[in-house]
């Protein structure tokens, strides 16, 4: 049965991958353009981060998402901007003497995570629903239950919906628990984030089992990362799901062809469309979302 399918372009990320790719955008100016362009491929909805325009590192900076935000609605698309808020969680510690953070540790409180939602009040922002070993090494991703309840009930509070960002089952057990406190406005709509490590590896059977645990009337999406990207917009369209696509999750569009936003949109509504579906606009996005839209 056809139905309508939410594609969305992941522009930039905060991983080191800026050295790798000379697609991967970095100023505000950059990351907006991609976003613009995204949106002009077809993608329904752009998600977000912004960089240090010095370094290329990962920011919280409310100026840069102020202007990437600016210069979106500002032109001749209107995707649904979806801003991160997981950026502030990152804790490097010393693994001889673990209660001393390393350089690199960017840890905020769960409402300090927030504060360019708080401003900007885009209508969707992430939330990362649970702690990790991210990678290898010692560097963690610290998201606490206190944590994510007072900033769900904030996000709630404002009329942003929460993309409850889902790394393993025991993120998505939590993310039940808060749908079932009241703490997400229906519909719920999770993110399945398959591969990185040490979440949930890039396996089907684990991902049938992880949407076999939402609960009814969710929407999800679906990704994988690298070369697993495109076949994982297949898989969760077969399974029901949106998809996500973009330069955060993957720098390729084959081998050794580098990719851009825009072919990454263009080759996900590919598949979706040879698969009998038809990409969601925008608009029906907001419909399917129950969004408020920004003003």
């Known amino acids: 049965m056809s139905r309508k399918v939410i594609v969305t372009c992941a522009l930039t990320g905060a991983g080191d991958t800026t050295s790798r790719s000379e697609h991967v955008p970095v100023s505000p100016d950059q990351i907006a353009a991609d976003a613009i362009a995204a949106a002009r491929a077809g993608a329904s909805v752009v998600h977000i981060h912004v960089r240090d325009i010095a370094t290329g590192q990962g920011s919280r900076d409310v100026a840069l998402y102020r202007e990437v935000v600016r210069q979106v609605k500002a032109s001749d698309v209107d995707p649904v901007i979806n801003l991160t808020a997981g950026m502030g969680g990152d804790l490097f510690i010393d693994p001889a003497n673990p209660t001393v953070h390393m350089p690199g540790t960017d840890l905020v409180s769960g409402l300090e995570r927030l504060a360019h939602v708080e401003e900007l009040r885009p209508e969707i922002c992430t939330i990362d629903c649970g702690s990790l070993n991210f990678g290898e090494g010692s560097q963690l991703y610290v ?45 719920p709509l999770y993110q399945i ?10 396996d089907p059977g684990l991902l049938q089992a992880m949407v076999n645990m939402l609960p009814d009337g969710a929407q999800w999406t679906s990704f994988a990362i690298g070369r697993n990207q495109m076949p994982w917009v297949a898989q969760s369209v077969l399974l029901g799901g949106h998809v996500r696509v973009g330069l955060e999750d993957n720098l390729y569009l084959s081998r050794g062809v580098k990719a851009t936003n ?9 598949i979706v469309e040879s698969m009998g579906h038809s990409v969601a606009t925008p608009d029906e996005a907001r419909d399917i979302l129950k969004l408020d839209k920004a003003a």
Do not use: H
């Open 193 to 202: 984030c398959m591969g990185i490590p040490y979440g949930a590896p890039t």
């Open 143 to 187: 998201s606490t239950p206190d944590m994510l309840r007072e900033g769900a009930a904030r996000i709630r509070d404002l009329g942003v919906k929460p993309e409850m960002e889902i790394f393993d089952t025991g993120n998505l057990w939590f993310a039940n628990v808060m749908v079932e406190e009241g703490l997400i406005a229906p519909p």
């Open 262 to 270: 825009a072919q990454l949109t263009e080759r996900a509504i590919t």
